[in-house]
């Protein structure tokens, strides 16, 4: 019989509808059933396309015995961290604190007023590797609330206590300068992998938003190491496992330090931040690698991640039914040298082998390898390496799926409507502007209510009950203004403006200028939650940073760009000491040092053609954080306009930069010197 779950939006939850463990939502309901019943909570938090997470699901969720225990001595409680991210935070924040690391699928037990007393993570059906059990894990659990119930308490008011004592390192109210994005570039190449691109060892993160900073350090300092460790690490990752050879579009990490073997799953914001970052990798250096990948990913979001109502699902599963039944990692992706034969003939196969490195031995688990583009001597002939990709990616849509997770998250899908947006705009695709036309217009039809308060999640159709975070205003105003950019329609810059005064309002600390994650009348949880730090996509913190510094440039508004400079404080402190952690930090302080540029192109009408060419020069400026506003001299769509007159008729850019404006000109090619360098 199904249990409580059933009735959730999130395709995490629904996963677990008719497991025999008697879950509860995260929900009063169930805190209040834990009192009621004397009983300690679990809470168990995990994601749709979590590998661990389905393994434990599997060995402990579905197993009739465990769920007995579970069911007669806990209350269970289900979390989607997409869903949630401010309830994962804050337990993550005590799992890392008391174990020195963390990770999904989170297992915290709770007293029935949400304080923590002992964590874990993934927890094996039997003991190995000197892990205790599960069903250990249970009855020691159950024993100390039996038996030690005071001494529970002790640790569980303790914990709390000092998660609610941590203190933010702030580095006061002023955006870094000169100096600290020198020392954060330092410290990048400190840690910089010259043999391979990338930070770091194994695991290997995709540092999408490190590389957005190097690019515009380079394109306002001229710095020629910036820009080579982006290339380089852009090159490495492209020609890796870790892209998709076949159906473009990038998998979460690389397990090894070689970008060879992924963790298969893809995520909408992964690959909207990479999409964005080869975009503007190919505008900063005219790179044939660099359009192919962006378009290849743009495609693949727009073809495999959009959803019926035209925002973009959240995930594809890295596991998938390899043919016999088993859910295996990779089994959608991966090749055999038989493989190859079988879909391509002999001849085609050797040459498909030698060209994706499939070898004998297999790079990946049984022989079967993960396609890679090896650099290597001797050219193959692109309309036969292309009649050879055509042939797999065909023979590989036989195989079945991935599952998706269907859910639209509203910051996931703000990144996705800035790279669409900027990838068509760039690359003369309409269809991919309109793409982000469409998930903006989901947004604001469904996630806005009539305050311009966020939703954070939909699904089918229908809005999800959990309050949009800061990452989720941040950065579908950062989305509203890329598509205000570039389509030169004002109304996607007011949508920002109503979503960017929430943040001022309801986010900011007044004293301090400091960013919180969930608003001021959010759900009180044990600790209200604040990173500023950039993990797998911008926190909430920088990504606000970025649109009220663009949204201020846009309308010239000082209380927008004062609160964007006091955010950047934070940076001025993390940035040199940590810089792979606060990459899009470090971007939104080089946009904020070099001004950011104001552009504003008018022309007698927006499909003029010389308006045109005017517009898109301007889109191609590399000045770091550039905004962008064009149509007529009478439109009151943008502040930018006004008082723009044509020069003798003809269409012209102004160019403006810290309360100062060149001359107008009427000429692309003198605006594309005034936007470089």
């Not at 007393?117 to 020691?140: D, E, I, K, N, W």
Request: proline fraction near 6%; include cysteine; charged fraction near 25%.
């Amino acid at each position: 019989m199904p249990n409580r779950l059933a009735q959730a939006a999130s395709p995490y939850l629904l996963q677990h509808a008719d497991n025999p463990v008697d879950w509860w939502p995260w929900s009063a309901e169930a805190f209040e059933e834990a009192r009621r019943s004397n009983k300690p909570v679990l809470l168990s938090v995990g994601y749709s396309s979590c590998h661990w997470c389905h393994v434990m699901a599997h060995e402990s969720f579905e197993d009739q015995q465990t769920a007995d225990y579970l069911n007669a001595h806990f209350v269970s409680i289900k979390v989607d961290r997409e869903e949630r991210p401010d309830v994962d935070a804050v337990y993550m924040e005590a799992v890392q604190a008391a174990t020195g690391q963390g990770g999904w699928p989170m297992t915290v037990f709770l007293t029935p007023d949400a304080e923590p007393f002992y964590f874990g993570t993934y927890f094996p059906p039997a003991p190995r590797h000197g892990m205790p059990s599960f069903r250990q894990v249970l009855q020691g659990v159950h024993s100390a609330w039996t038996d030690r119930r005071d001494e529970v308490a002790d640790v569980a008011g303790k914990i709390t206590r000092d998660l609610a004592g941590r203190e933010m390192v702030h580095g006061g109210t002023e955006a870094p300068g000169e100096e600290e994005l020198a020392q954060a570039l330092l410290g990048l190449t400190r840690e910089y992998d010259p043999q391979r691109g990338g930070f770091g060892g194994a695991p290997k993160f995709p540092p999408s938003m490190v590389i957005e900073f190097l690019l515009r350090h380079h394109a306002r300092t001229g710095a020629e190491g910036a820009l080579q460790m982006a290339q380089d690490t852009c090159e490495r990752m492209a020609r890796g496992g870790i892209y998709d050879q076949l159906g473009g579009g990038f998998a979460r990490y690389s397990v090894d330090r070689d970008w060879v073997v992924p963790h298969f799953e893809k995520m909408l914001y992964d690959n909207a931040l990479l999409c964005r970052v080869y975009a503007h990798l190919w505008r900063a250096t005219g790179s044939e690698l660099a359009r192919r990948v962006a378009l290849e990913t743009a495609d693949f979001m727009v073809r495999e991640l959009r959803t019926n109502e035209g925002g973009f699902a959240s995930a594809l599963d890295a596991d998938s039914d390899d043919g016999t039944g088993k859910h295996v990692e990779g089994a959608y992706y991966v090749w055999t040298p038989q493989q190859l034969r079988e879909a391509l003939g002999e001849e085609d196969a050797e040459l498909a082998a030698r060209y994706f490195g499939v070898t004998e031995e297999g790079t990946f688990e049984e022989g079967a390898s993960v396609l890679q583009l090896p650099v290597q001597d001797g050219l193959f002939e692109a309309e036969k390496v292309g009649s050879v990709r055509r042939r797999l990616l065909q023979a590989r849509s036989a195989r079945p799926a991935p599952g998706r997770d269907d859910k639209i998250v509203a910051a996931w899908n703000g990144l996705a409507i800035a790279a669409l947006a900027e990838t068509g705009a760039y690359f003369d695709r309409p269809d991919l502007v309109d793409a982000a036309l469409g998930a903006a217009d989901l947004l604001v039809r469904l996630h806005l209510d009539d305050q311009a308060r966020l939703a954070r999640t939909s699904k089918d159709g229908h809005a999800g009950a959990n309050a949009g975070v800061l990452e989720d205003y941040g950065d579908v105003a950062e989305g509203f203004l890329a598509l205000a950019a570039v389509t030169g329609e004002g109304v996607w810059l007011d949508f920002a403006g109503f979503l960017l005064d929430h943040v001022l309002a309801r986010f900011t600390d007044e004293e301090t200028g400091a960013l919180y994650d969930t608003a001021a009348d959010a759900e009180q949880l044990i600790r209200r939650p604040q990173d500023p730090t950039d993990n797998a996509a911008p926190s909430g913190w920088s990504a606000a940073a970025g649109a009220l510094l663009s949204y201020a440039a846009q309308t010239g508004s000082a209380p927008h760009r004062s609160a964007a400079e006091r955010a950047l404080g934070v940076v001025k402190a993390l940035g040199p000491r940590v810089p792979r952690f606060i990459g899009w930090g470090l971007a939104v302080a080089e946009a904020a040092l070099d001004g950011p540029r104001e552009v504003a192109v008018v022309g007698p009408r927006l499909d003029d053609e010389a308006t045109k060419a005017l517009h898109r020069t301007a889109l191609l400026g590399t000045a770091p954080g550039a905004v962008v506003a064009v149509g007529t001299p009478e439109s009151d769509e943008f502040p930018l306009l006004a008082d723009r007159p044509l020069q003798q008729g003809a269409p012209a850019a102004y160019v403006c930069r810290d309360f100062t404006c060149d001359a107008p000109t009427t000429d692309p090619e003198g605006l594309r010197t005034a936007l470089n360098g």
